[in-house]
């Protein structure tokens, strides 16, 4: 029995939607839809980027859930810390799953990024130490329920998040060019967990970062969505960010599985440099971590998910230095 075409791939080059009683292809690199691969090798730096003299702001996005999204955050920030690189991971999702697995309780912290968002509160007012020494914590909390509906209310809600890791802009009339003011917070790495879709919140955080993180299952419903993330890279870049790069993460990846291993070949055969090259496979132990409000790397940090977090933070310094 051969691979289905995924959803997301059963398109022509004009985007037309194939008739579903049609029988679908097994999934070549020829036949990737021509816009979603010409988006991919527009978003592909040709090469490293260069480090700059302020924090390099990765956000972690995907419209679809599931897709081990918190836990790569938490994971690849333990093992950037094990590489002594001081890091700062921001929580933007409602729900406060980064919060919660990095030992804080939501319900009790005092200052969270909603006041960044809505009371120009800066970052370091509201950052948390964690019991990881070299990673700090913004947490989240209820207040984000509200973002979606009333961040677009405000004048250049897209560039909030940006304005308070890079500096305030300087008034136009002062300097036409709008040239940013030297940042005030110093980490090597700053890390936006972003909630699981493309609203406010999401687009304040790829305006603001230097890298998106994509986090895809080598499914069905997760390689469908890859589609759609592209689309969006492409929209920021031209209104916001034309420096946004992207990489994709294989996670949950389970060698077992033959869809698993075919659509993950698929992926890097549409996408190219585009993937990392570090593959995240199924864990338990990544389940346990959460509990014990740790990220892997320190709770079992022989573990295989542990050593795999540890290759990509690798992988990541290297391309970014």
């Given at each position: ?257 033959r869809i698993h291993r075919d659509v993950a070949d698929q992926i890097r055969a549409a996408f190219g440099e585009g993937v990392f090259e570090t593959v995240i496979a199924v864990d338990t132990k990544l389940r346990e971590s ?32």
């Open positions: 029995m051969s691979l289905q075409e995924p959803y997301f791939f059963a398109h022509d080059a004009g985007g037309k939607r194939l008739n579903d009683d049609e029988p679908a292809e097994t999934i070549s690199e020829q036949e990737f839809p021509q816009e979603t691969l010409a988006a991919a090798q527009e978003a592909v730096p040709g090469g490293a980027k260069p480090r700059l003299d302020r924090p390099y702001v990765i956000a972690v996005a995907n419209q679809k859930g599931g897709v081990a999204k918190t836990t790569s955050v938490v994971s690849l920030a333990g093992a950037l810390v094990n590489h002594e690189q001081e890091v700062l991971v921001v929580d933007l999702d409602a729900q406060a799953n980064l919060t919660l697995a990095l030992g804080k309780d939501p319900g009790r912290v005092r200052g969270s990024i909603t006041d960044v968002l809505f009371n120009s509160a800066t970052l370091l007012s509201v950052s948390r130490e964690t019991n990881i020494p070299g990673l700090d914590l913004v947490p989240s909390n209820a207040g984000m329920d509200v973002a979606e509906r009333f961040l677009p209310v405000r004048q250049d809600y897209e560039l909030i998040l940006r304005r308070a890791l890079l500096g305030e802009l300087r008034q136009s009339g002062a300097n036409p060019g709008g040239a940013l003011r030297p940042p005030t917070i110093h980490y090597d790495f700053v890390l936006l967990d972003c909630p699981p879709s493309m609203g406010a919140v999401t687009l304040n955080a790829l305006a603001a970062a230097d890298l998106l993180i994509i986090p895809t299952q080598p499914e069905y419903f997760s390689a469908f969505a890859l589609r759609t993330m592209t689309q969006t890279i492409r929209q920021v870049r031209s209104r916001y960010n034309p420096e946004l790069a992207y990489r994709i993460l294989i996670t949950m990846f389970d060698r077992r599985n959460a509990v014990e409000g740790l990220p892997i790397t320190h709770h079992k940090s022989q573990s295989r998910s542990a050593l795999q977090y540890d290759t990509l933070a690798q992988e990541l310094i290297a391309y970014v230095q």
